[in-house]
Each structure stands twice: as structure tokens, then as C-alpha cells.
């Protein structure tokens, strides 16, 4: 039976990606996933695949599947955000999905099952606040097809 990566290895990962390095005179700290983000096209995918190492983790270790689903919406939330040039970089300095999912990973070893109301909570406002990013422009496009304004970009 293969080896479960250990609770520091999993820790390292965190701090590696997410708070190494610590910006002189503050108390702001970042990790290779805000750096590896400047690199265009590929920086933030390479980020999310890196993240997964702790839900992967947790999902090894018989998580409950709620505990998992909030730490793939926490990574999927940095990499879609942070693929945002500059904003999605600062985005990632302050969200750190890794740390996050590290303390999920803790939570669910020492208390199983505490705070799945809030998980459940934070991935309904997730999904609502995903469809109206949708479903708004959208909303916004009829209207003004509707009012017969010709667009500027359309022939």
C-alpha cells in the first residue's frame, strides 16, 4: 500500500506555494503561486495542478466529500481569479487556497464532520455568485437587443 504524504510534507507544500516568502517591513507573505502566476498562459494552470496536492492528500485520507469539495472550490477559485492579470496576482497573496486547505486537512483530522454548515454555505454563495457572473452580461445583452441599439462592434 503506498505511503500518505505526512501532515509536514503536506504543511511544506502549503508554505512553499503560499507563504516562503515574506515582502520586507510588512507582515505580507507570498509562495511560488503568486510567482509562478506571472508566467502567461501557463503559470496559473501549473499553480492549480500544484494545489491539488493537498486535496489529494485530504482525499486520500477519507475526507468527508464536503471537506474535498470546499478545497477544489478554493483552488479552483485562486486559479480562475488569478488568472486575472495583477488583480488575480494580489488575489493570490491574500486568498492562499493551500493554507487554507492545510486547515481543512487539520480540522477534519482532529474534529470530523465540525463546520460542514459552513462549507455548505460557502460553496452555495460560490455557485450563486458563478451564475450571476454568468448569467448578468448575459441578461445585459438581451436587454440591449431588445432596445435595438447596434452594438459597436457588431456589423
Known amino acids: ?36 502566476g506571472w508566467i502567461p498562459g501557463i503559470g496559473d494552470a501549473v499553480a492549480g495542478i500544484a494545489s491539488f496536492l493537498i486535496v489529494f492528500g485530504a482525499w486520500r485520507r477519507g475526507a468527508q466529500s464536503i471537506t474535498v469539495a470546499r478545497m477544489i472550490a478554493n483552488v479552483l477559485l485562486e486559479t480562475t481569479l488569478g488568472a486575472i492579470p495583477v488583480a488575480g496576482d494580489l488575489f493570490h497573496v491574500f486568498w492562499k487556497a493551500n493554507r487554507r486547505n492545510y486547515r481543512l486537512l487539520i480540522r477534519e483530522k482532529e474534529q470530523p464532520g ?40 457588431a456589423g
Request: no cysteine; glycine share 2%.
Open 1 to 36: 500500500m503506498p505511503r500518505l504524504a505526512s501532515n509536514e510534507h503536506l504543511d511544506y507544500v502549503a508554505a512553499l506555494l503560499d507563504d516562503m516568502f515574506r515582502i520586507p517591513g510588512t507582515k505580507i507573505r507570498f509562495g511560488l503561486d503568486a510567482l509562478i
Open 114 to 153: 465540525a463546520n460542514t454548515r459552513l462549507d455548505w454555505m460557502f460553496l452555495a454563495v460560490l455557485l450563486f455568485a458563478a451564475i450571476a457572473a454568468a448569467a448578468i452580461p448575459i441578461a445585459i445583452l438581451i436587454w440591449l437587443l431588445r432596445l435595438n441599439i447596434t452594438l459597436p462592434f
